[in-house]
């Protein structure tokens, strides 16, 4: 496989290339799967939390058009992932950390990147449950966001009538809110 | 506090009269609760309408199927009965589709089933508050996704044991009784998701109850059964017309 410098990383992750994903998990996932393997997370937490951390650096390419990088890209993107447990470890586990496994992190660079917002692990939360409900239901609540009308959606998706549309839609929404409620890394994370 | 979820659907839509305004806006004042469920519904909304990261996270997911699958393509359900492997019972269904249609006979129950039943794909799991139910479930549907049902049932049913409520998972374990060609047993599963009512599945259940009937040549049940899904709004109206005309003839 090719060699990507970090610009050509950064530039790949900003347009969703995905022969640059492929690189990305080939070369960067094992270590933050041995970061958390080592402080109480499973195979399954580290693909979470790997695919948070990307989406956080995708959403910071978007918003701020490029990051400045004071280190390589595979420092940056561990330690937003370590930082990213590290909430997860306070919050879901209510366990008392301010430092990892003591072994990792001696022998592992991290650099303190910028805060990772606690709306971004919200909006992770609701995101990821979108993807649990049928769908029909994520169809009409992701067109509906989009600001097509409710004609137009029956159109698309063959259904009868716009009212059919307008209460599937309220059925669907209020039945992912129940859903984010039932979450508990969300519950965990309203008490805070 | 099912009234005010619905009102706050009404107040971001813009859709409250002046008066339930004023009763809206003093009762958010008064509960913190309503406020929280505010500001949930909108940041839910902000979450919806972030396409390009929706996207992303799409992206990001068919990457994590594929390389869980060890295949470069999105992760196919496996069929577990031979018909649906062999290239020969294709080549005789489209046959028989096309002498049936030249004749103008009716298909057989089995060329329905061939032509229009698939197993529901399995959405992401939930995350529970049990980790062992979790990754009991996990496993379930993993066994499902891989075509093992007469595995994955069981797991299935592990399950249930402890969340005989739990829709998804009923409508799983219907399908892959249907698959074990357990017709009695999946009809039960199904009708509990569509006894509940409440919830999302039921189209889904009410579809493959209709295939049940099928299977197990019990036609009449069949055709009040697409009957029923045909005038309703249901996803696979279309579908459930297509079958009733064919099974009409």
Not at chain 1, 27 to 34: A, H, L, M, S
Not at chain 1, 69 to 74: H, V
Not at chain 2, 134 to 143: G, I, N, V
Request: proline fraction near 2%; charge should be negative; hydrophobic fraction near 35%.
């Amino acid at each position: 496989m090719k060699r990507f410098s970090d610009e050509e990383i950064l530039e790949g992750l900003k347009k969703r290339d995905n022969r640059t994903l492929q690189y990305i998990y080939s070369n960067y996932y094992d270590i933050v799967r041995q970061l958390i393997n080592n402080n109480n997370g499973s195979d399954d937490d580290a693909e979470d939390v790997f695919q948070e951390a990307l989406i956080i650096i995708f959403k910071r390419l978007k918003d701020e058009g490029h990051i400045e990088l004071t280190s390589a890209f595979g420092t940056y993107i561990y330690s937003v992932a370590r930082l990213i447990w590290l909430k997860k470890l306070r919050e879901l586990r209510k366990m008392d950390v301010t430092e990892l496994n003591k072994e990792m992190e001696e022998y592992i660079e991290f650099e303190e990147p910028p805060p990772v917002q606690d709306k971004d692990l919200r909006m992770a939360v609701y995101q990821r449950n979108l993807l649990l409900i049928p769908d029909d239901c994520q169809q009409i609540l992701r067109l509906t966001a989009q600001n097509v009308k409710s004609k137009a959606i029956a159109d698309k998706l063959g259904f009868r009538s716009e009212s059919y549309v307008r209460k599937r839609r309220h059925f669907c929404k209020e039945f992912l809110i129940n859903k984010i409620k039932e979450d508990v890394e969300y519950q965990a994370m309203i008490e805070e | 506090m099912k009234r005010d979820r619905h009102t706050i659907q009404k107040f971001l839509d813009h859709d409250l009269s002046d008066k339930e305004m004023k009763r809206f806006e003093a009762d958010l004042e008064a509960s913190p609760t309503l406020q929280a469920d505010l500001n949930l519904y909108r940041e839910v909304d902000e979450a919806l309408a972030d396409t390009e990261v929706l996207g992303f996270r799409d992206q990001l997911n068919d990457l994590r199927r594929d390389s869980r699958s060890g295949a470069a393509k999105k992760v196919q359900i496996r069929f577990s009965r031979p018909w649906h492997y062999a290239a020969t019972a294709a080549i005789a269904l489209v046959l028989a589709i096309g002498l049936a249609s030249i004749l103008d006979r009716p298909l057989s129950n089995q060329d329905l089933l061939k032509k229009y039943y698939k197993p529901y794909e399995v959405a992401l799991i939930n995350r529970s508050n049990d980790a062992q139910l979790d990754l009991m479930l996990r496993h379930a549907q993993q066994l499902y996704m891989e075509g093992e049902f007469s595995e994955a049932v069981i797991y299935f049913e592990k399950v249930l044991e402890d969340k005989p409520n739990q829709v998804a998972t009923n409508l799983y374990t219907g399908i892959t009784y249907f698959e074990l060609e357990q017709y009695k047993n999946a009809g039960k599963s199904l009708n509990k998701v569509i006894e509940h009512q409440d919830n999302l599945y039921v189209e889904q259940a009410d579809w493959y109850l209709g295939f049940c009937f099928l299977a197990t040549d019990e036609n009449d049940r069949a055709r009040r059964q697409f009957a029923r899904i045909a005038s309703s709004n249901s996803f696979y109206r279309k579908d459930a017309e297509k079958i009733l005309r064919k099974l009409d003839k």
